[in-house]
T-cell receptor, first 113, second 112 residues
Protein backbone atom coordinates (compact mmCIF):
# COMPACT_ATOMS: atom_id res chain seq x y z
CA UNK A 1 0.00 0.00 0.00
CA UNK A 2 1.84 3.12 -1.22
CA UNK A 3 -0.51 5.70 0.35
CA UNK A 4 -0.07 9.18 -1.14
CA UNK A 5 2.71 9.57 -3.69
CA UNK A 6 3.99 12.98 -4.74
CA UNK A 7 6.44 13.77 -7.48
CA UNK A 8 8.88 15.39 -7.89
CA UNK A 9 10.53 15.76 -4.46
CA UNK A 10 12.58 18.78 -5.48
CA UNK A 11 12.33 21.24 -8.34
CA UNK A 12 13.90 24.54 -9.30
CA UNK A 13 11.96 26.72 -11.73
CA UNK A 14 12.82 29.95 -13.43
CA UNK A 15 10.38 32.83 -13.17
CA UNK A 16 7.65 32.43 -15.77
CA UNK A 17 8.06 28.68 -16.24
CA UNK A 18 5.21 26.27 -15.65
CA UNK A 19 5.09 22.82 -14.11
CA UNK A 20 2.75 20.18 -12.74
CA UNK A 21 3.11 18.58 -9.34
CA UNK A 22 1.77 15.05 -9.44
CA UNK A 23 -0.20 13.43 -6.64
CA UNK A 24 -1.75 9.98 -6.61
CA UNK A 25 -3.29 7.88 -3.84
CA UNK A 26 -4.23 4.21 -3.77
CA UNK A 27 -6.66 4.26 -0.82
CA UNK A 28 -9.77 5.10 -2.86
CA UNK A 29 -10.17 8.36 -0.93
CA UNK A 30 -12.65 10.86 -2.28
CA UNK A 31 -11.13 13.84 -0.47
CA UNK A 32 -7.83 15.22 -1.69
CA UNK A 33 -6.00 18.43 -0.86
CA UNK A 34 -3.06 20.56 -1.85
CA UNK A 35 -1.36 22.59 0.86
CA UNK A 36 1.68 24.82 0.76
CA UNK A 37 3.94 25.48 3.71
CA UNK A 38 6.24 28.46 3.84
CA UNK A 39 9.24 28.40 6.23
CA UNK A 40 8.15 28.54 9.86
CA UNK A 41 4.49 28.63 8.93
CA UNK A 42 1.55 26.29 9.00
CA UNK A 43 -0.23 24.68 6.08
CA UNK A 44 -2.25 26.86 3.77
CA UNK A 45 -4.89 25.22 1.59
CA UNK A 46 -4.50 25.86 -2.14
CA UNK A 47 -7.21 23.65 -3.67
CA UNK A 48 -9.21 20.65 -2.63
CA UNK A 49 -11.50 18.05 -4.16
CA UNK A 50 -14.36 16.04 -2.67
CA UNK A 51 -14.48 13.59 -5.55
CA UNK A 52 -13.65 13.00 -9.19
CA UNK A 53 -14.74 15.94 -11.31
CA UNK A 54 -15.21 18.28 -8.32
CA UNK A 55 -12.64 20.84 -7.21
CA UNK A 56 -12.79 23.98 -5.11
CA UNK A 57 -10.52 26.84 -4.15
CA UNK A 58 -8.87 27.03 -0.79
CA UNK A 59 -7.24 29.96 0.98
CA UNK A 60 -4.45 30.69 -1.55
CA UNK A 61 -5.50 29.51 -5.04
CA UNK A 62 -4.05 32.33 -7.16
CA UNK A 63 -1.39 31.15 -9.59
CA UNK A 64 -2.47 27.51 -9.40
CA UNK A 65 -4.89 25.18 -11.13
CA UNK A 66 -6.03 21.64 -10.43
CA UNK A 67 -8.00 18.88 -12.08
CA UNK A 68 -9.53 15.67 -10.75
CA UNK A 69 -10.38 13.36 -13.61
CA UNK A 70 -9.96 10.18 -11.53
CA UNK A 71 -10.32 9.29 -7.87
CA UNK A 72 -6.61 8.46 -7.65
CA UNK A 73 -4.97 11.53 -9.19
CA UNK A 74 -5.00 15.20 -8.20
CA UNK A 75 -2.30 17.15 -10.07
CA UNK A 76 -1.46 20.75 -9.22
CA UNK A 77 -0.47 23.04 -12.08
CA UNK A 78 1.66 26.14 -11.59
CA UNK A 79 1.38 28.62 -14.43
CA UNK A 80 3.90 31.44 -14.84
CA UNK A 81 5.90 30.63 -11.72
CA UNK A 82 6.76 33.52 -9.40
CA UNK A 83 9.25 33.74 -6.49
CA UNK A 84 6.25 33.95 -4.12
CA UNK A 85 5.47 30.34 -5.03
CA UNK A 86 8.71 29.12 -3.50
CA UNK A 87 7.44 26.76 -0.83
CA UNK A 88 7.00 23.16 0.21
CA UNK A 89 3.88 21.61 -1.28
CA UNK A 90 2.00 18.76 0.35
CA UNK A 91 -0.70 16.64 -1.17
CA UNK A 92 -3.03 14.83 1.22
CA UNK A 93 -6.07 12.60 1.14
CA UNK A 94 -8.60 11.25 3.61
CA UNK A 95 -11.65 9.07 3.92
CA UNK A 96 -15.25 10.29 4.09
CA UNK A 97 -15.96 10.79 7.80
CA UNK A 98 -15.25 13.98 9.74
CA UNK A 99 -13.08 11.92 12.07
CA UNK A 100 -10.85 10.59 9.33
CA UNK A 101 -7.19 11.57 9.50
CA UNK A 102 -5.20 13.07 6.64
CA UNK A 103 -2.64 10.95 4.84
CA UNK A 104 0.18 13.14 3.54
CA UNK A 105 2.56 12.74 0.67
CA UNK A 106 6.27 13.31 1.30
CA UNK A 107 6.18 16.85 -0.07
CA UNK A 108 7.72 18.77 -2.95
CA UNK A 109 10.34 21.44 -2.28
CA UNK A 110 9.91 24.06 -5.00
CA UNK A 111 12.20 27.02 -5.57
CA UNK A 112 11.41 29.72 -8.12
CA UNK A 113 14.44 31.81 -9.03
CA UNK B 1 -12.60 32.99 7.24
CA UNK B 2 -12.30 30.08 9.61
CA UNK B 3 -9.20 30.51 11.75
CA UNK B 4 -7.07 28.36 13.98
CA UNK B 5 -4.68 30.19 16.27
CA UNK B 6 -1.58 28.83 17.95
CA UNK B 7 1.33 30.43 19.76
CA UNK B 8 4.24 29.98 17.37
CA UNK B 9 6.78 29.56 20.17
CA UNK B 10 9.42 28.37 20.47
CA UNK B 11 8.30 26.63 23.63
CA UNK B 12 11.27 25.29 25.54
CA UNK B 13 10.86 22.70 28.28
CA UNK B 14 13.42 20.59 30.15
CA UNK B 15 13.53 16.85 29.58
CA UNK B 16 10.99 15.07 31.78
CA UNK B 17 8.71 18.09 32.14
CA UNK B 18 5.16 18.54 30.87
CA UNK B 19 4.80 20.49 27.63
CA UNK B 20 1.49 22.28 27.16
CA UNK B 21 0.42 23.36 23.68
CA UNK B 22 -2.68 25.44 23.07
CA UNK B 23 -4.99 26.16 20.16
CA UNK B 24 -8.13 28.24 19.67
CA UNK B 25 -10.52 28.12 16.74
CA UNK B 26 -13.11 30.52 15.37
CA UNK B 27 -15.78 28.22 13.87
CA UNK B 28 -18.14 27.25 16.68
CA UNK B 29 -19.59 24.47 14.50
CA UNK B 30 -16.27 22.64 14.25
CA UNK B 31 -16.58 18.94 14.94
CA UNK B 32 -13.20 17.29 14.91
CA UNK B 33 -9.81 18.37 16.19
CA UNK B 34 -6.41 16.99 15.42
CA UNK B 35 -2.84 17.41 16.57
CA UNK B 36 -0.11 16.72 14.04
CA UNK B 37 3.60 16.57 14.74
CA UNK B 38 6.02 17.70 12.07
CA UNK B 39 9.74 17.16 12.18
CA UNK B 40 11.88 19.52 10.14
CA UNK B 41 11.79 18.59 6.46
CA UNK B 42 9.14 15.91 6.97
CA UNK B 43 5.41 15.56 6.41
CA UNK B 44 3.01 16.09 9.31
CA UNK B 45 1.96 12.93 11.16
CA UNK B 46 -1.16 12.54 13.28
CA UNK B 47 -0.55 12.04 16.98
CA UNK B 48 -3.95 12.75 18.52
CA UNK B 49 -7.54 13.37 17.52
CA UNK B 50 -10.45 14.42 19.73
CA UNK B 51 -14.13 14.93 19.02
CA UNK B 52 -15.89 15.30 22.38
CA UNK B 53 -15.46 17.71 25.25
CA UNK B 54 -13.04 16.52 27.89
CA UNK B 55 -9.74 14.70 27.90
CA UNK B 56 -8.38 11.93 25.72
CA UNK B 57 -5.19 10.16 26.69
CA UNK B 58 -2.82 8.11 24.55
CA UNK B 59 0.43 7.17 26.22
CA UNK B 60 2.32 10.33 27.13
CA UNK B 61 -0.09 12.51 25.15
CA UNK B 62 -3.35 14.01 26.40
CA UNK B 63 -5.66 16.09 24.23
CA UNK B 64 -8.18 18.36 25.91
CA UNK B 65 -11.21 19.91 24.23
CA UNK B 66 -13.52 22.65 25.47
CA UNK B 67 -16.04 23.49 22.76
CA UNK B 68 -17.72 26.22 24.80
CA UNK B 69 -14.41 28.10 24.98
CA UNK B 70 -13.40 26.98 21.48
CA UNK B 71 -10.14 25.73 22.88
CA UNK B 72 -8.12 22.57 22.36
CA UNK B 73 -4.82 21.68 23.97
CA UNK B 74 -2.17 18.99 23.90
CA UNK B 75 -0.19 17.93 26.93
CA UNK B 76 3.01 15.93 26.55
CA UNK B 77 4.12 14.29 29.78
CA UNK B 78 7.72 13.23 30.48
CA UNK B 79 8.90 15.24 27.48
CA UNK B 80 11.83 13.76 25.56
CA UNK B 81 14.31 15.41 23.19
CA UNK B 82 12.70 13.33 20.43
CA UNK B 83 9.48 15.30 21.02
CA UNK B 84 11.23 18.41 19.68
CA UNK B 85 9.19 19.30 16.60
CA UNK B 86 6.49 21.64 15.38
CA UNK B 87 2.98 20.75 16.55
CA UNK B 88 0.12 21.70 14.26
CA UNK B 89 -3.45 22.03 15.45
CA UNK B 90 -6.07 21.25 12.79
CA UNK B 91 -9.83 21.64 12.84
CA UNK B 92 -12.59 20.37 10.57
CA UNK B 93 -15.99 21.99 10.31
CA UNK B 94 -19.49 20.60 10.65
CA UNK B 95 -19.47 18.89 7.26
CA UNK B 96 -17.16 16.15 6.08
CA UNK B 97 -16.82 18.11 2.85
CA UNK B 98 -15.03 20.99 4.53
CA UNK B 99 -11.26 20.77 4.50
CA UNK B 100 -9.06 20.78 7.58
CA UNK B 101 -7.84 24.20 8.63
CA UNK B 102 -4.40 24.25 10.19
CA UNK B 103 -2.87 26.62 12.68
CA UNK B 104 0.62 27.99 12.12
CA UNK B 105 2.09 25.48 14.55
CA UNK B 106 4.00 25.69 17.80
CA UNK B 107 7.68 24.82 17.78
CA UNK B 108 8.60 22.73 20.81
CA UNK B 109 12.15 22.30 21.99
CA UNK B 110 12.89 19.76 24.73
CA UNK B 111 16.21 20.48 26.38
CA UNK B 112 18.24 17.48 27.64
Amino acid sequence: NAGVTQTPKFRILKIGQSMTLQCTQDMNHNYMYWYRQDPGMGLKLIYYSVGAGITDKGEVPNGYNVSRSTTEDFPLRLELAAPSQTSVYFCASRGPGVNEKLFFGSGTQLSVL
Amino acid sequence: QKEVEQNSGPLSVPEGAIASLNCTYSDRGSQSFFWYRQYSGKSPELIMSIYSNGDKEDGRFTAQLNKASQYVSLLIRDSQPSDSATYLCAVIGRSGNTPLVFGKGTRLSVIA
